[in-house]
């Protein structure tokens, strides 16, 4: 199993309150998963959850080499947690397309935040 790419990015959590405050369901039907959405309601600050994947969807995309547009969609990532509370990585759509066509076995991602940034890591390997 090789790396075949690696991407960070880093949001301002203000930033992701900000749409909330100004396009509330609009942003989150956009940008996350129904189960992404309830996760992150759950907890005390909803917008420091949402940040943190927003930036993971960032990260993925500059692994992948593409950002997010044509070939990666917001919708194409999903953000899960495993009963220990390890995030791990859905492709959807063409997320799934473009991962089959590189070769890609896994999305390994990690989460990271605080009151004002959240920032994610990704690292994609294969065969």
């Not at 960070?8 to 942003?27: C, K, M, P, Q, S």
């Amino acid at each position: 199993m090789k790396i075949l790419g690696t991407g960070v990015d880093i949001v301002e959590t203000h930033r992701v309150a900000e749409l909330l405050e100004r396009n509330g369901d609009r942003f989150l039907k956009r940008c996350f998963w129904p189960d992404e959405v309830a996760y992150c309601q759950s907890m005390k600050f909803p917008a420091l959850h949402l940040a943190a994947r927003f930036a993971a969807r960032e990260a993925i995309s500059k692994a992948f080499g593409t950002g997010i547009g044509g070939q990666l969609g917001w919708k194409d990532m999903e953000i899960c947690r495993r009963a220990t509370g390890e995030p791990f990585v859905v492709l959807h759509g063409k997320g799934e397309e473009l991962a089959k066509s590189r070769g890609v076995e896994q999305v390994f991602v990690s989460l990271s935040h605080c009151k004002e940034y959240a920032a994610a890591q990704a690292v994609i390997v294969g065969a």
